[in-house]
């Protein structure tokens, strides 16, 4: 696609942070076309969601679901009487984490805006913010409609202030669209599979289509700038990889949950912790992150032999770079 490009003195582009870009024509189709189509699927929080359709609960049986999707085990230390209970606090805990990530993804997409170094990263970015927008939008209504909410937990808060603080624009993709994203994708296709409750399967159907498309954004960029960085580079970037997995994947320990339950942190983190079922749910929040990190070449041997020593390795990719 043609374009205008204006010339201008490169000193005076303005700040490291905030990069102007004199070419404004296409550098990469994909990414225009991935631009184009997060404009057609446009939607309203607003109107495009039945907000009447009211909230539930899964089955209300008085006792621990053991086949439930999410899986709980019977040595989950939450007494029969509790099970509602933690059933709504563990949904309200999941949503509240989902708004305030949205919000994550909101300021950090912002900054891609003013940080990226072509045109059509710029575009796809500002279209993204409208997206993070709508999900900060959606999610909160649906918190208020539970009634019941969550502040941040410590380990997102730490990983999003990392994220929106990191001054390499690369690092601020790798972490919000490849990892902080790519387990709300998981997570969001997973709720949208407990169907108990219209309006949050309706609302996460809708947001996980631009979750899709955020995580495309973020593959098709770093795969193209990631061939070419020195050794340094790369392992700065699985330093950074590393510590956001441990961050990740210590917010499911649910700590938050136990001490408003009133039931012992201690044991409820250690079911948490070691539970199979606990540790399998986690390995299918990370499923998206690990394919990813093989696509851009980050899942090397040590950021695997990480992942694996924090139980959160599947299967792996048959393309591992350094193995
Ligand atoms: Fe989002
Ligand atoms: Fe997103």
């Known amino acids: 696609m043609p374009g205008v490009t204006v010339t201008y003195d490169s000193r005076e582009t303005g700040s490291a942070e905030a990069r102007f870009v004199w070419d404004y024509g296409t550098t990469d189709e994909r990414l225009r076309a991935l631009y184009e189509r997060g404009k057609a699927a446009q939607w309203n929080a607003a109107t495009d969601i039945d907000w009447d359709a009211g909230v539930g609960l899964p089955s209300r049986t008085g006792s621990i679901d053991t086949q439930s999707p999410l899986g709980w ?31 994550g993804a909101l300021l950090a997409t ?7 170094p072509d045109m059509d990263t710029k575009m796809f970015a500002a279209s993204q913010v409208t997206d993070e927008a709508r999900h ?13 909410s969550y502040a941040i937990n410590p380990s997102l808060k730490r990983m999003l202030d990392t994220v929106v ?33 219209p309006v949050i399967a309706q609302l ?48 499911f320990r649910l700590e938050e949950i136990w001490a408003r339950l009133d039931v012992d942190v201690e044991a409820g983190t ?8 606990m540790i399998d749910f986690r390995r299918l929040m990370f499923t998206k992150i690990v394919t990813s990190l093989a ?29």
């Open 73 to 103: 085990s019977e040595s989950c230390p939450v007494p029969n009487e509790q099970w509602d209970a933690f059933q709504w606090e563990f949904h309200s805990w999941m949503t509240s984490q989902f708004m305030h990530g949205e919000q």
């Open 270 to 277: 250690n079911y948490a912790l070691q539970d199979q079922k």
């Open 295 to 323: 696509k851009v070449g980050l899942l090397t041997t040590g950021v695997r032999t990480h992942l694996e020593q924090l139980e959160l390795l599947r299967t792996l990719p048959s393309r591992v770079r350094g193995s």
């Open 204 to 251: 996460t159907q809708l947001v996980a289509k631009d979750e899709a498309r955020h995580v495309a954004f973020g593959l098709l960029t770093l795969q193209e700038i990631y061939g070419e960085l020195t050794s340094r580079e790369r392992a700065d970037r699985e330093e950074f990889v590393k510590e956001a997995a441990l961050l990740m994947s210590r917010r």
């Open 110 to 116: 912002s900054r891609l805006v003013t940080m990226a």
């Open 136 to 148: 900060v939008e959606a999610y909160a209504r649906y918190v208020d409609l539970l009634g019941n």
């Open 165 to 197: 603080a990191e001054s390499r624009w690369d690092i601020v993709f790798l972490g919000m669209q490849i990892i902080v994203e790519g387990l709300a994708l998981a997570a969001f296709r997973l709720e949208h599979t407990r169907s108990f409750d």
